[in-house]
């Protein structure tokens, strides 16, 4: 499997609650990709925005015509939500799988129960 990842230039510290779950999600992201999608490659973009973070996980899997949460949707889905951003998944048959993630920036020392 090939794995691409592109940062963008600007970068900017995460909460280490947005740190940890971005990284879940990934990880996440690829273990379903290997695991259902039987995937050859796999992009993952971060990009650190003014006053968000967009990240694109995509694959050129099997893809499917609909899917429903599970175990592991459903963990990227609550972790989202928690960080207050939003999840746009695209996917059809034969054309793989894109998780669509954006999530507010956070100063450096407010964790997400304060803010």
Known sequence: VN???ILSKEKWEMTSTQSD???RI???SLSNSLKHGNAKNIQIS???LKDKIYSQIKDD???CVSYKDSIGLKGIRERVEELRGTLDII???ELGFEINITVPKYKETIELGEV
């Open 91 to 93: 996917t059809s048959k």
């Open 3 to 5: 794995v691409k990842l």
């Open 46 to 48: 971060i990009q650190f």
């Open 61 to 63: 899997g099997n893809g």
């Open 21 to 23: 779950y971005l990284y």
């Open 26 to 28: 990934v990880q996440e």
